[in-house]
């Protein structure tokens, strides 16, 4: 039996997060959200937007490709990168037309609910995790790859926060050979 003690999941299903950030996968060269119709079945399987609704218009669909990048601008300024905050503002215009607001139950518990249906509804309640995440600090470990040609989103489990790169096999050899190849121009110099 595989262990997963050193493996958590990350908080908050965050991992939704991570995996929305990384429907475009940057060793494949593929995007999961190609298109509005690719857009509809990845938020469909995420539980996110109910069978039977309406397929994302385009300018949904860009909006949606807009929030990928928002993210992941959020995601590598905590690694290191620098505050973007054109990047929250995108967040709070999804969160605003999604009708993001606190939901109190009559059993007297309350959080975070979409209030809008549909589209809208599904790309806010994809904020809920962020949010609930920044609550509690656990948002500072959700990164975006250092390395320019890869962005990759992952969750840092390391005990001191100071992961850098993704945990993809292909991208810490690439970094290796990276590092190879500057040390070979160096060396020749
Ligand atoms: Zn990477």
Redesign the pocket.
């Known amino acids: 039996m595989v262990s997963t003690s050193n493996t958590p999941q990350a908080p908050h299903a965050l991992d939704l997060v991570i995996d929305f950030v990384n429907t475009l996968d940057p060793d494949e060269h593929t995007d999961a959200l190609s298109s509005a119709a690719a857009l509809a079945t990845w938020l469909l399987e995420a539980r996110l937007l109910d069978a039977g609704a309406a397929i994302p218009t385009e300018a949904e669909h860009r909006r949606a490709l807009r929030l990928r990048e928002a993210l992941r601008a959020l995601m590598l300024a905590n690694n290191g990168g620098g505050a973007d905050h054109e990047a929250g503002r995108e967040l709070e215009r999804i969160a605003r037309d999604g009708e993001l607001g606190v939901h109190f139950t009559p059993t007297g518990s309350a959080g975070l609910a979409a209030g809008a249906s549909g589209f809208a509804g599904a790309l806010a309640s994809l904020l809920i995790p962020v949010a609930e995440a920044l609550g509690d600090g656990s948002w500072q470990r959700v990164k975006a790859?250092r390395?320019p040609d890869?962005r990759?989103a992952f969750y840092d489990r390391s005990r001191n926060r100071s992961g850098v790169?993704?945990e993809?096999a292909v991208?810490g050899n690439r970094t290796k050979v990276r590092a190879y190849r500057a040390r070979e121009i160096r060396e020749r110099r």
């Open positions: 790859c390395a890869c990759w790169w993704c993809m991208c």
